[in-house]
């Protein structure tokens, strides 16, 4: 049931899923939400090679192979394998492979079994990734991303949850008020109350029909098939969809009760009428999926159910017996057709609304992958244009001198976006050893340029020739919340050392006149400028190790 609501609320695909779990065995901080996004602008998603450069990104180590079942027991657990279930090609995590046994998660149950070699070589599919884990792996600034995506659960939470505790209050108040009395009002009310939730999860198909969720709900049975229902010619009357009139129905029902109070009988006798009204559709909506459909939607059922115990409760309350058409006043009225008309405009704004904003996400996925894509990207790159004046011996230099790429970052030590960098810097530093950075900084040698004197600080410590203290340093000032460098050159004190840094402030200088830098930063790719539809996060998809 919490995997359940968990996916209703947050939903993360096959491949996110098992990504996350394999990560959690390595002990590998990353939060859902980072590594569903990072996948999913992967320019191979959904794929093996999506899920090996994304841990590589983490700083873990790994490679894919083709072996047979029988040679598990020689790999080291836990490995990332692909079944075949059904029509789907899955992922799945081995955890052990013990006495003639593996033990792995199922991405259809949802939970660990195990089966026999020979049963599991019937889902088999010949490919698995082995993976290891450095001390240093994870994901960076984990801290602060698991605390906002907590965050967000929270609120997503306390939004899902808001409805059902204020009926649930107004419920035991009115019970505690009329005591037995109330009895059929207060199960009418929740069986509004449930009516909603189902209501709201028929509109969420609509919406998002391939929700984790969703699908574990509507694919119970060979004869269960939500989809064939709820996208069928009889799923919607004059272009207004079941689900949108269900949950007006039911959500209306409920506004009007918690506003006029559950036990308000001249309220209540316009709704038991609804009620009965309501039973010809039950009918309906029965035959149609027997006869006509020859297939079940659960929640289609579980509305005709919900409309059944509510007819029920009208009956044997007795409340018909007591029903005169005097005693309905026109307020009562104006409230439940003020809940039901707001209830269906909102519905009818809303689902658009949340159908354009899926829309818009996915294709926004899409445009990543496509911006992500190697050869356009390298067919973009040497369009743009080429450094002319070299750059060597100028500014820092980080990571391997020969290394296949070369990016060079002209900066400002006080711009804010080049501060942003930094970090991306970092990560494409430590998770590629085949990429050298160049930091050239466009100070002057002026004693007037304020730029001037962090530059000549951070070369006098990259001079010195110590490259954990030259990264320390620029993590400093790079990633100091106030640029202050009275107290970051009482951190790193010199002596003579700045004096000695003119010349090559001045060398940079020329440099970037020439090369005719405009704003900060610049990046350069092998002698190309990086083209402005991307960033230098970007090339950790690009860059391959």
Request: proline share 4%; aromatic share 12%.
């Amino acid at each position: 049931m919490k995997d359940l609501f968990n996916n209703l609320i947050s939903p993360t695909s096959n491949i996110a899923n098992i990504t996350y779990i394999f990560c959690h065995e390595l002990k590998v901080t990353i939060t859902k939400t980072t590594l569903q996004k990072e996948l999913e602008e992967h320019p191979d998603y959904p794929s093996l090679l999506s899920i090996s450069d994304v841990l590589k990104s983490l700083g873990v180590e790994n490679f894919a192979i083709k072996k047979e079942i029988e040679n598990f027991s020689e790999f080291p657990v836990p490995f990332i394998t692909q079944l075949k279930i059904g029509h789907e090609n899955l992922f799945s995590v081995v955890f052990n492979t013990s006495n003639n046994q593996i033990f792995f998660w199922h991405p259809i149950e949802k939970k660990k079994i195990s089966l026999s070699y020979g049963q599991f070589n019937e889902l088999f599919s010949g490919y698995i990734l082995l993976a290891e884990a450095s001390d240093m792996a994870g994901e960076t600034d984990y801290a602060k991303h698991l605390k906002h995506e907590k965050v967000s659960q929270i609120k997503k939470i306390i939004s899902l949850l808001s409805m059902p505790l204020l009926t649930i209050i107004a419920c035991v108040i009115c019970f505690v008020s009329f005591e037995i009395s109330a009895f059929p009002a207060v199960v009418y009310t929740l069986l509004a109350l449930a009516g909603t939730f189902i209501g709201t999860l028929l509109l969420w198909y609509e919406v998002d029909k391939y929700n984790p969720a969703l699908q574990q709900i509507c694919s119970r049975g060979k004869k269960t098939n939500c989809n064939a229902i709820l996208s069928s010619t009889g799923s919607s009357i004059f272009g207004i969809s079941w689900s949108t009139i269900g949950f007006t129905y039911f959500a209306g029902m409920l506004i009007s009760l918690l506003v006029s109070g559950i036990y308000n009988r001249t309220n209540l006798d316009i709704l038991i009428w609804l009620s009965v009204l309501a039973l010809p559709y039950i009918i309906f909506s029965i035959y149609y999926q027997a006869k006509i459909a020859k297939q079940w939607c659960t929640l289609c059922l579980t509305v005709q159910a919900i409309l059944a115990l509510q007819f029920m409760c009208v009956f044997f309350g007795g409340y018909y017996k007591t029903f005169n058409i005097t005693n309905i006043h026109v307020l009562n009225v104006f409230i439940v057709l003020l809940s039901f008309t707001i209830t269906f405009l909102i519905v009818s704004i809303l689902l658009p609304a949340l159908r354009s904003a899926r829309e818009n996400k996915q294709n926004k996925n899409e445009l990543q992958r496509l911006k992500h894509n190697p050869q356009i990207f390298n067919t973009l790159l040497i369009k743009q244009r080429s450094i002319s004046e070299p750059s060597d011996g100028l500014g820092i230099s980080l990571g391997h001198p020969n290394a296949k790429y070369k990016l060079i970052k002209v900066c400002n030590p006080y711009c804010g976006p080049c501060a942003k960098a930094h970090p991306a810097i970092e990560e494409l530093l430590k998770n590629n050893p085949d990429v050298q950075v160049q930091i050239i900084f466009t100070a002057s040698d002026d004693e007037k340029d304020i730029k001037a004197y962090p530059v000549k600080h951070l070369l006098a410590i990259a001079g010195m020739n110590n490259k954990q203290q030259t990264k320390q340093a620029l993590d400093d000032w790079y990633l100091a919340d106030k640029k202050n460098y009275g107290l970051f050159a009482a951190k790193y004190p010199m002596n003579g050392e700045l004096n000695q840094q003119g010349e090559k402030v001045k060398a940079m200088r020329q440099w970037c006149n020439k090369t005719e830098i405009a704003f900060t930063p610049t990046f350069f790719l092998n002698g190309y400028l990086l083209p402005e539809q991307y960033s230098v996060t970007d090339l950790k998809y690009l860059l391959s190790v």
